[in-house]
């Protein structure tokens, strides 16, 4: 968790706790130690631009010393008529339809790009409702067209079939959720035909046609897990993988901000670059990450995909 995200975690939970909550238990929320915590609050409260409406049970008191403020024990409180950080709740229709408008505001790029953070900052659909997820990171929202995507969010509910038109072609399919893939900015229906789970490009779904019939959702069954160890949208067999990445300018942080999301394992070789282990799916989308890295990155396992890379990059050599 970085330093914005855990200011997000104090205010909530300072927020969520109108009785106040101490300093030592906000620390304990966000894993941190006391000393973190105390220059997090400290940040929060000295804020010019932008001040954040705390008080503490130590403000009323006599004591003239700025540090009393910053105990463990010193309970932190939001004023209830000024909480001007508390997220709006909305609908992903409603997101959509906001994050649409941001780019016809004749405002400065960079204002725009702000508020699309705030807005999303308050968007988690992975923790939303378990049929819909986002993979990736946040990036704007593609608008949806239609009701297609309010009807099957409808089915998901009702926990009933339906019939899709897709690619011309009708299926009949359990849907089990709605993804939103942030780098090819696309939405997606994740559905059971039988027993095999597809994904379905929901702009290539034509129409849809909600059943009578009933099915039984999976207890076992998540957008996030299952979309875990795949790389992209794409399908095929699990892939252990080993990477050495070499610490060339900002190539380890890169590394680790590209997989923060994902269960890797990264360790630190003697020379000073990383050895980054995976089990993923999807051959082709991580291929052509790992050439993002040029010479920097050399695939150790498995042996045919080294003879990928080097097919992608004679075919490169081929334009030239």
């Known amino acids: 968790m970085d330093s914005i995200e855990r200011m997000r975690k104090i205010m909530a939970l300072i927020e969520a706790h109108p009785e106040g909550i101490c300093g030592g238990a906000l620390a304990d929320g966000c894993g941190v130690p006391w000393g973190t915590m105390r220059q997090d609050l400290k940040v929060l409260v000295s804020s010019i631009e932008n001040p954040i409406p705390l008080y503490t049970d130590c403000d009323e008191g006599n004591s003239e010393e700025e540090e009393d403020l910053f105990l463990p024990e010193v309970k932190w409180f939001m004023a209830a008529t000024q909480k001007r950080y508390t997220p709006i709740h909305l609908t992903v229709r409603e997101a959509v339809e906001v994050l649409a408008t941001l780019d016809f505001l004749q405002e400065d790029n960079t ?4 508020l699309r953070r705030k807005i999303l900052s308050g968007f988690n659909l992975g923790e939303e409702e378990s049929y819909r997820y986002i993979k990736g990171e946040l990036k704007p929202l593609a608008p949806i067209q239609g009701e297609i995507f309010s ?5 998901i509910r009702s926990n009933r079939r339906v019939t899709i038109l897709f690619n011309s072609r009708r299926i009949t399919v359990d849907p089990l959720g709605i993804v939103y893939y942030s780098r090819l900015r696309c939405w997606y229906l ?11 490009h929901l702009n290539n779904v034509q129409e849809v046609h909600t059943s009578r019939e009933q099915f039984s959702y999976p207890d076992d069954f998540s957008l996030k897990g299952w979309f875990g160890p795949r790389w992209g ?7 252990r993988v080993k990477v050495r990445f070499l610490n060339r300018s900002q190539t380890l942080a890169k590394v680790r ?4 999301h994902r269960s890797s394992e990264i360790s630190t070789l003697e020379d000073g670059s990383i050895l980054f282990q995976d089990d993923i799916i999807g051959v082709n ?7 993002g890295f040029g010479s920097a ?7 045919e995909f080294r003879d990928l890379i080097l097919k992608r990059i004679r075919e490169t050599l081929g334009n030239y």
């Open 151 to 155: 009807i099957i969010e409808n089915a």
């Open 297 to 303: 990155a050399e695939i150790l396992e498995p042996l």
């Open 257 to 260: 901000k590209d997989v923060a």
């Open 233 to 239: 949208m794409e399908y095929g067999e699990l892939t």
């Open 111 to 114: 204002l725009k790009e702000g």
């Open 285 to 291: 989308e991580f291929i052509t990450w790992i050439l």
């Open 190 to 200: 994740a559905a059971r035909q039988e027993n095999l789970i597809k994904t379905y």
